[in-house]
């Protein structure tokens, strides 16, 4: 653990200055806003975007529309064909992805300098004027469905999907974010082409931009991208989700000789004031990897796992807080018996003053490992903006986990853990259930 800090610390001292360098918030004539960094290194650029509202949204019956819409737009646009418009971005060595999850759909460019303007055109047009041509579309469903069928046979897909179900009951959150093979095979090029002229809209954008550029330079890239997009739709609204949990454990029988097993209970919203507290406990439990409570008394000292671990899952509408592992089904209740335990320790006992240090030395230590690319650090300020954090939110975040104390980390252990509500999901052959 030591030499792991030791190691994380010398690496964000030889970082370069950008990675602390205050964000600029940039505005255009038109008043779409972007946060950026500069970072005259390197001859790179680095866009990335996003709308709220992602699978979420979609219709039912048609489940996986956001995902087949950000599988196509790039798939030819305005003047461009499918084959044309992908050869021009291979040529000008052009990144250009759209992405959907659950609560937003997005993109990225990363591009030299000198074909930015090039860039961001087709990222215009492949916004505005995408073709969705019938080849196109048929080919990408085609790849999605064999996705789809795959994922139907993993037992941790599987394990996720049945979660999500009993948890969210008839809330959109219950369908997963992937869509559903029936909701793919129903999706039309009409329907691709009414999600660009509904879902799209600048009150919805955010944007993150690091690299090669000033911000002067962005602001009038900025019009030129999306000034063209309409000023806001009307998107039907998601409603918070109610969580359905108890303690109960659910069994789907498969034949595999290995069982993938989920816990969750409610988690903690991004700006509640405890976050940071459950953020550090979370690492302890088992979120810190050989460092967790979870895995030194599951794998180290049972040898029942090779795998566990906890993490914080933030939705829009929802907040989890997730436990997986997998184990061989002769082990399963051993490994349920024991995680159960865990939970309720921490919960009436609390944790030690050294597990919260080393806890907090690790996660600000480490934080500056994710400053290592322009990439990265353009989806960083996306991330913050669609989370509503603050703009000073890189030069804050280490302060707030540093202001957490071990009397926090025991109250939140004490309030938010909650094992008689702890609900499972076990997919496989276990034994003794």
């Known amino acids: 653990m030591i030499r792991f ?16 360098a205050p ?20 001859p790179i650029v680095s866009l990335h975007f996003g709308f709220q509202g992602g699978s979420a949204l979609d219709p039912v019956g048609k489940e996986g529309l956001a995902r087949l819409a950000s599988a ?11 084959q044309s418009f992908q050869a021009r971005l291979n040529d000008l060595s052009i990144t250009l992805r759209f992405e959907a999850s659950m609560d937003r759909f997005g993109g990225h460019v990363l591009t030299l300098r000198e074909n930015l303007e090039p860039a961001l055109e087709m990222l215009n047009q ?15 469903r085609a790849q999605i469905l064999a996705e789809l069928r795959q994922r139907e046979e993993d037992p941790n897909t599987i394990a996720a999907l049945t979660l999500y179900r009993s948890i969210f009951a008839d809330h959109p959150y219950a369908r997963g974010s992937k869509g559903t093979i029936e909701g793919v095979q129903n999706i039309t090029q009409a329907d691709l082409h009414d999600f660009v002229q509904t879902r799209l809209s600048r009150h919805d954008l ?3 931009v690091s ?18 997009l309409p000023e806001k739709t ?30 969750v209970q409610e988690g903690v919203e991004r700006h509640d004031k405890d976050f940071y507290a459950a953020y550090v ?105 669609m989370d509503k954090l603050p703009i000073d939110f890189l030069e804050q975040r280490n302060k707030q986990v540093e202001a957490v104390t071990l009397e926090d980390v025991n109250r939140v252990a004490k309030t938010l853990l909650t094992p008689d509500k702890l609900k499972a999901v076990v997919v496989g052959q276990p034994e003794g259930l």
């Open 126 to 140: 492949a916004l505005l004027a995408p073709r969705f041509e019938k080849d196109a579309v048929e080919r990408i």
């Open 281 to 385: 406990l979370n690492y302890i439990l088992g979120g810190g990897g050989f460092s967790s409570r979870l895995t030194e008394e599951v794998r180290e000292k049972r040898g029942l796992v090779y795998s566990v671990y906890s993490y914080l899952a933030g939705y829009q509408h929802a907040n989890l807080w997730v436990v997986g592992a997998g184990t061989q089904n002769a082990r399963v209740k051993e490994t349920l018996d024991v995680v159960r335990a865990e939970w309720a320790k921490a919960a009436t006992q609390g944790v030690s003053a050294e597990e919260v240090q080393d806890a907090k030395t690790f996660l600000t230590g480490s934080f500056a490992l994710r400053f290592n690319s322009s990439d990265n650090i353009a989806a960083i300020l996306l991330g913050m903006q």
């Open 234 to 263: 009307e998107n039907r609204p998601v409603s918070d989700a109610v969580l359905h949990l108890d303690n109960e454990l659910s069994v789907v029988q498969k034949p595999v000789p290995q069982s993938s097993i989920l816990f």
């Open 72 to 82: 196509t737009m790039d798939e030819g646009a305005g003047e461009w064909n499918s």
């Open 206 to 208: 955010k944007i993150g």
């Open 5 to 20: 800090i030791f190691f994380a610390v010398t690496i964000l001292l030889s970082l370069p200055a950008y990675a602390l």
């Open 23 to 42: 964000v600029q918030k940039v505005i255009s004539e038109n008043g779409i806003e972007a946060w950026l960094i500069e970072d005259h290194t390197n």
């Open 211 to 228: 690299g090669d550029i000033t911000a002067t330079e962005l602001e009038k890239l900025l019009d030129k991208t999306f000034a063209a």
